[in-house]
């Protein structure tokens, strides 16, 4: 067996010239033909040695030439391999075409994976060239401002997320080379905070820069919200500590020699002391509220016999200010679930805050049944909200008039509270108010069953 191409082609030239000479040979000595007839005779048997040729040699080559082709398209194939050098060949050839295989699939794993890592990203992340134009975003980018990746790609920067700051930033990172972060206020559709982080990158086409945005509005907002508890708890325990320190030393100074003096501090002292301690309860039942962890002791609950158990001290109060406490409830309340504990310090801080507020007139308290919902009013004709307070009403420490508040005793937790506890039990607050004119508070709660 021959196995090489030299020796398929001394193969083949050599049984062509054998074959050749026995032909002119027999011709010759029994034919004698003309010279034209021996040139044609010549001209088929080269024929068929080409024939001999291509068939062995040129036909798996052409195969080798389409299979190289069909690499180049980056499509499987493989050819039979032969026994000699172009079968080696060959082989070679399928063996490269299985690693590209490989590699694409690799490639092809790889790609899928980083579009997965992109897709299930929070922040906006942004590859951009050397123009600042976009080569590759992530669908974040739609939640965070409404542009969707195959709208942005090839678009500056600018057309897709209209920030100057920020487009300032990705040439600075574009010019230098060293990566940059800054927090940037964005003002449209809504107020809005995001941090960004620029890192240069290398691109086939040159040097580029990668964009990633998140959004820390929340955040913010909660750090402010924890920075501004803290001052507002500061200053409410300042300001009781301070008078009764001040008392204090002037009792120490020689006033305690007077009885009726040392008396009147001593009840000041009292008093600030008792909202030292309403403070301090205050904020362990909204801290206890807002931890999650917390589990409520829900079961059956008449909202009637809450109200019951609760009026009876308020009534008192209110004859002594000189109010009229008023109650309307419908007959056959049907029942909430809930912790009746809380709700009844839900109904009653309602009712302290209204009776507070009121220095004439009437609190009247009601109760309306909707369909799957029970709905109680809390309603004064006191001194009112401002329009521009109303919606900061229910927040921790905050007072529409915190002198006045201050002069009532008020902790500045109580709505806050009602809040918390409504929405634990599945409900929700409201307020309406006009100033001068009165106020009334609104929770609702579930019906049981529904």
């Not at 929340?218 to 508890?229: G, K, P």
């Not at 009712?351 to 709905?375: C, H, M, S, Y």
Request: charged fraction near 25%; hydrophobic fraction near 45%.
């Amino acid at each position: 067996m021959i196995r090489t191409i030299q020796g398929r082609i001394f193969a083949c030239l050599g049984l062509a010239f054998l074959f050749f000479v026995i032909f002119c040979a027999l011709i010759y000595y029994h034919v004698r033909p003309h010279p034209v007839t021996m040139l044609i005779s010549g001209a088929l048997v080269v024929g068929f040695i080409w024939r001999l040729i291509s068939r062995q040699i040129i036909g798996p080559l052409r195969n080798l030439v389409a299979v190289a082709e069909e690499l180049a398209l980056f499509q499987e194939t493989e050819t039979p391999v032969h026994t000699d050098e172009i079968g080696r060949l060959t082989l070679s050839v399928n063996l490269l075409a299985g690693r590209l295989k490989e590699i694409f699939e690799a490639l092809r794993a790889e790609k899928v994976w980083m579009e997965a890592i992109l897709a299930s990203l929070n922040e906006a992340v942004l590859a951009l060239d050397a123009s600042g134009r976009v080569l590759l975003t992530n669908f974040a980018l739609w939640n965070l401002f409404g542009v969707k990746p195959a709208e942005a790609q090839g678009k500056n920067i600018l057309e897709v997320i209209r920030h100057h700051e920020l487009e300032q930033l990705v040439r600075q990172v574009l010019t230098t080379g060293i990566a940059v972060g800054q927090e940037l206020k964005f003002l449209a559709p809504r107020p809005r905070i995001f941090t960004a982080r620029l890192t240069p990158i290398t691109t086939p086409e040159g040097p580029g820069v990668v964009v990633v945005l998140r959004e820390v509005t929340e955040q913010r907002r909660l750090e402010q919200l924890r920075s501004e508890f803290v001052a507002n708890v500061s200053h409410e325990l300042r300001t009781p500590l301070t008078a009764i320190r001040g008392f204090v030393e002037t009792l120490r100074s020689g006033a305690v020699e007077d009885p009726a003096t040392a008396n009147e501090f001593l009840k000041i002292i009292e008093s600030e002391t008792g909202r030292l301690g309403k403070l301090v309860e205050d904020l362990l039942d909204l801290s206890r509220l807002e931890d999650r962890r917390t589990v409520l002791i829900r079961q059956q609950v008449k909202l009637d016999e809450v109200m019951a158990r609760v009026l009876p001290v308020f009534e008192k109060r209110a004859r002594e200010q000189g109010l009229k406490l008023l109650v309307e409830l419908p007959p056959d309340l049907p029942a909430v679930l809930g912790d009746p504990e809380l709700l009844g310090q839900a109904f009653a801080n309602l009712v302290d805050n209204a009776l507070k507020f009121t220095p004439q007139g009437e609190v009247r308290i009601r109760a309306t049944v909707f369909p799957g919902w029970i709905r109680v009013d809390v309603e004064d004709t006191g001194i009112g909200i401002p329009e521009e307070s109303l919606p900061r009403i229910f927040e921790r420490f905050y007072r529409v008039d915190r002198a006045r508040s201050r002069a009532s005793a008020g902790t500045g937790l109580g709505l806050a509270i009602v809040k918390h506890i409504v929405e634990a039990h599945g409900g929700k607050v409201g307020v309406e108010s006009e100033l001068g004119r009165g106020s009334r508070f609104s929770f609702y709660l579930p019906v049981l069953g529904v």
